[in-house]
């Protein structure tokens, strides 16, 4: 069974630009999360899309938003980039069966630089 | 109020040898799931091991074991007979109940170097 996709690997953008990245789950997992991976702030939850529903939000700002389609592909966007933006993104999919005994399997990861 | 911590920044093992990576969590929910992770240079999260709050008996998964001391709020990473492959940031994670739908919280990681 294949594993977590993530495009594109790597990102280069500028400040003010905007940017979409794209995660494919584990066939048959529903509950895609995203999360944002920096040296200063370690990992932190972003958003959980299931069934092309927002279930749950972290403490980011608007800029950052996602979306799930109905094969359970999901995409992350992110407005008016800042130098703070700069990170690894990593998307995590699960089966969400349970959720306190459900694994969250992770994609590669897009490593994002905003100049 | 940190809900995981993971005390060792950085830790040397030598190859072959046994190396336990610590771990500490908080959380009032009765049930909850406890998961270890590895994260080489390449960036990729890999999942080890995971421990339920109900379950009986300690976690393990070839060369991985979990020590979990409920009581204590401990489930520390037993690695065995350790690999240079093994060399890799590991993390401690936690997930609680249905309110925090799709999160898990992580640990500030230990970066392990298995010396040769």
């Known amino acids: 069974k294949a594993g977590v996709t993530q495009t594109p690997r790597y990102l280069i953008k500028t400040r003010g630009q905007q940017v979409t990245l794209s995660c494919s789950p584990i066939s048959g997992h529903r509950s895609v999360s995203w999360y944002q991976q920096t040296p200063g702030q370690g990992l932190q939850f972003l958003f959980e899309y299931f069934s092309e529903t927002q279930r749950n939000k972290g403490n980011f700002p608007g800029r950052f938003s996602g979306r799930q389609f109905s094969n359970s592909r999901s995409e992350m966007n992110v407005s008016t980039l800042e130098l703070g933006d700069s990170a690894l993104y990593l998307c995590a999919s699960s089966l969400s069966q349970v959720e306190n005994t459900d694994t969250q399997y992770f994609g590669p990861g897009t490593r994002l630089t905003v100049l | 109020a940190q809900k995981i911590t993971q005390t060792q920044p950085g830790m040397f093992v030598q190859e072959k040898e046994a190396v336990t990576l610590d771990c500490t969590y908080d959380?009032?929910?009765?049930?909850?799931?406890l998961f270890w992770y590895k994260q080489p240079s390449s960036g990729e999260m890999i999942f080890l091991i995971y421990q339920g709050s109900y379950d009986q008996q300690n976690a393990t998964e070839g060369r991985y074991s979990l020590n979990f001391q409920k009581a204590r709020k401990s489930a520390n990473l037993v690695i065995s007979a350790s690999q240079l492959g093994d060399s890799a940031m590991y993390f401690c994670?936690?997930?609680?109940?249905?309110?925090?739908?799709?999160?898990?919280?992580f640990g500030d990681g230990t970066t392990l170097t298995v010396k040769p």
């Open positions: 994670a936690m997930r609680e109940d249905n309110t925090n739908a799709g999160k898990s919280t």
């Open positions: 959380t009032s929910d009765p049930s909850y799931g």
